[in-house]
C-alpha cells in the first residue's frame, strides 16, 4: 500500500502558470526586466499607495499575537463595499481556499461537483482531491449557460462569472434562475468581476444556497498577498467557517486587504484603465485576424485563424512575452491574454505581428 489514498496518489495537481522572474530569483540570476508576463491575469498596477502605507506601519504586537480568527475588520469593510453585513462575509486565503473549502463542505463520493467546461482548471483537480464525481457540462461556443446543468443532480454547481478563460458573463437573472432550480448549493466565482458591469451580490438576499467568491488578487492588484472572501447568507457562511483553518487569514493580510478594499477611488481609477486597455487589445487582435471573444475580465481569449496558437505561445515565449496556452479541447486553438499595461499590450501586438508574418 502506498502513502497516500487512491485518489491523490493518481492526481495531477493543479499547474500554475509560469512565474519567470520567480525562476531566475532561485537561480540567482538578476530579475529579468524586459519579461512582459501575460499569463496569470494579474493587475499590472500595484496596489493602492494607502496599502503599502499600512504595511510600512505593521507593529511588531500584530506579529507576535495570532490574528482575529474571523477578519473583522475586513469583514466590516467588504460588508460596506457590497451593501451587505459582516455576518455575510468569510474571509479566505485567496479565493482557491474558498473553493476548496465549499468542495470539503459540499462533496465527496455520492455528493457530485458540476460546472460548464472550459472553465477554471482548479474545479477538476479539487473534485479529484475530494474525490468526488465532477459532472462537466460543455458550454457552446458563445458560452451560454447549458441548460443541462440545472438538472446535473450535484450537491455543488459551479459557476465562474467571468468565466475563465472565455471571459463571457451571464447575467444575473439568469443565474437566479439557476439559483432557484437547483438543490444544491451554487458557488458565483467572481473573481474577476471587478471588470464586469454587474455581479451577483443581489442574489444572496433571495438565495440561501447561493455562494459568491470574490478575490482580491485581479480588482485589487494583491495577487501576492493571498486573500479573498465569500458572500452568502449567515447560515451558509456559518457552516463554511467550521470547515476553514481556525487562523486562515494572517494580521498583515487582514490589514493590507481592509485598507485596499476601504480604497475605492484608486481601485475604480485601476479597473478603469484595464478596461480601456482590454478594449483597444481586443480591437489590435481582431485586426490581426484573431476571432476574440469580448470579455468581461482582465484578460481575453483570442482563437488564431491564420497559425497554431500552440506554436504562436512558443514564439512569444522565445520573445520573453509570456500567455497562457491550454493544451485543452476548444482551447486548443486559442491564446488567453492578461491585459497588460498600454506598453506590455503594445510589445504584445508588435510581437505578434512578426510572429503571424513568418506564418505567411
Ligand atoms: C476563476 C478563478 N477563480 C478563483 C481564482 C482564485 O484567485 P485567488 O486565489 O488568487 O484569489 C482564480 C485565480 O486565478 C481564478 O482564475
Not at 178 to 202: H, K, M, P, R, W
Not at 328 to 334: A, E, G, R, S, T
Amino acid at each position: 500500500m502506498g502513502y497516500f489514498r487512491r485518489n491523490i496518489e493518481s492526481a495531477k495537481g493543479y499547474e500554475p502558470g509560469y512565474q519567470p522572474s520567480f525562476a531566475e530569483a532561485t537561480e540567482g540570476r538578476p530579475r529579468q526586466t524586459n519579461v512582459v508576463k501575460l499569463n496569470t491575469n494579474e493587475n499590472p498596477y500595484p496596489p493602492s499607495p494607502k496599502v503599502m502605507k499600512v504595511l510600512s506601519e505593521i507593529s511588531t504586537e500584530q506579529l507576535r499575537r495570532y490574528p482575529d480568527p474571523m477578519g473583522n475588520t475586513f469583514r466590516q469593510a467588504a460588508a460596506d463595499v457590497n451593501g451587505v453585513e459582516p455576518n455575510n462575509i468569510m474571509c479566505c486565503n485567496g479565493g482557491d481556499e474558498l473553493l476548496r473549502i465549499a468542495f470539503q463542505a459540499f462533496c465527496d463520493k455520492d455528493r457530485p461537483v458540476a460546472y460548464p467546461v472550459p472553465t477554471y482548471s482548479l474545479y477538476p483537480v479539487l473534485a479529484k482531491l475530494q474525490n468526488c464525481k465532477a459532472i462537466e457540462v460543455p458550454f457552446d461556443n458563445e458560452f451560454n449557460l447549458p441548460a443541462k446543468l440545472a438538472n446535473a443532480g450535484a450537491a455543488l454547481t459551479i459557476v465562474c462569472n467571468p468565466n475563465a478563460p472565455s471571459g463571457t458573463f451571464i447575467s444575473t437573472e439568469e443565474l437566479a434562475s439557476l439559483a432557484d432550480e437547483l438543490s444544491g448549493v451554487l458557488l458565483i466565482d467572481e473573481a474577476y468581476v471587478d471588470f464586469a458591469e454587474s455581479n451577483c451580490t443581489s442574489l444572496v438576499k433571495d438565495f440561501d444556497n447561493v455562494l459568491i467568491l470574490r478575490s482580491m488578487s485581479k480588482g485589487y492588484s494583491l495577487a501576492g498577498l493571498r486573500f479573498g472572501y465569500a458572500i452568502a447568507q449567515p447560515g451558509l457562511i456559518a457552516g463554511l467557517m467550521k470547515v476553514k483553518d481556525s487562523y486562515n487569514v494572517d494580521a498583515v493580510a487582514i490589514a493590507l486587504a481592509t485598507a485596499a478594499v476601504k480604497d475605492q477611488p484608486y481601485f475604480k481609477e485601476n479597473v478603469e484603465k484595464v478596461k480601456a486597455e482590454r478594449t483597444r487589445m481586443t480591437e489590435q487582435l481582431r485586426n490581426l485576424g484573431f476571432d476574440v471573444l469580448d470579455s468581461f475580465a482582465n484578460f481575453v481569449l483570442a482563437k488564431c485563424k491564420n497559425a497554431k496558437a500552440a506554436e504562436v505561445y512558443e514564439k512569444l515565449t522565445q520573445r520573453n512575452i509570456y500567455v497562457r496556452y491550454f493544451n485543452y479541447p476548444k482551447l486548443k486553438d486559442k491564446l488567453r491574454i492578461t491585459v497588460g499595461t498600454p506598453e506590455q499590450n503594445n510589445k504584445l501586438i508588435s510581437a505578434l505581428k512578426e510572429i503571424l508574418s513568418e506564418f505567411g
